[in-house]
């Protein structure tokens, strides 16, 4: 099982933001990740979850700029396949330019409480990592977490963002959690999330 206790006593984060592939501060096509310094820790526990879980698919629901994609795709190895869903199409030139410097990226334009079922099904995918980051209202959310959870690996991890906010909450309340461990993730920024790893 992942753990990651360990960043409650880390001081500061261990990776240069300027570092990273597929951001550029002057022209941010995949979204600003550093975010003014906003997300600083939930770009490290997305790093410390993929190193520990070492992922060969992750699926994303919700695009928007690509912050947290990129982020993903800078830390898993090439031979991961990322995949990321988005129901507005206005996400699709970032997700282009992305897919140009990680290969290894494909967006899908969808609406999740529609496609996400058929989109994974499609793509035969077993999914190592889930990033729950899409929609804030509870219906959507647990359409998302409960659609996900049939195409879970045995030790994957599900990941759902914005603890903060009352319908992910009950989203997360309402689910079926049977057969997974909550793991904690210290100092994740903007209000929290959840982590459950399949046993």
């Known amino acids: 099982m992942i753990n990651l206790d360990f960043l409650n006593s880390q001081k500061e984060v261990t990776y240069h ?45 919700g695009f928007n700029v690509g912050r947290s994609a990129t982020v993903m ?21 970032f997700g282009d330019k992305l897919t140009e410097v990680f290969p290894n990226f494909e967006l899908i334009i969808g609406d999740t409480t529609k496609v996400l079922d058929d989109e994974v099904t499609k793509r035969n995918l077993e999914i190592d990592l889930a990033f729950i980051d899409g929609s804030h209202h509870h219906t959507p959310a647990l359409n998302d977490i409960t ?40 100092k994740w920024d903007n209000g929290g999330a959840f982590l459950y790893q399949k046993k």
């Open 147 to 186: 659609c996900v959870q049939e195409y879970m690996t045995n030790g994957s991890c599900i990941l759902v963002d914005d603890k903060r906010l009352i319908g992910v909450r009950d989203a997360v309340k309402e689910s079926n959690w049977d057969g997974y461990k909550e793991v904690g993730i210290p």
């Open 73 to 93: 795709l800078n830390y898993c190895d090439s031979n991961c396949k990322v995949y990321s869903i988005d129901r507005n199409k206005k996400c699709k030139p």
């Open 17 to 61: 933001v300027e570092d990273f592939k597929g951001w550029h501060e002057e022209n941010q096509f995949t979204g600003d990740i550093w975010n003014g310094g906003k997300y600083k820790w939930k770009i490290e526990g997305l790093k410390v979850i993929i190193q520990q879980l070492q992922p060969k698919v992750i699926f994303e629901t």
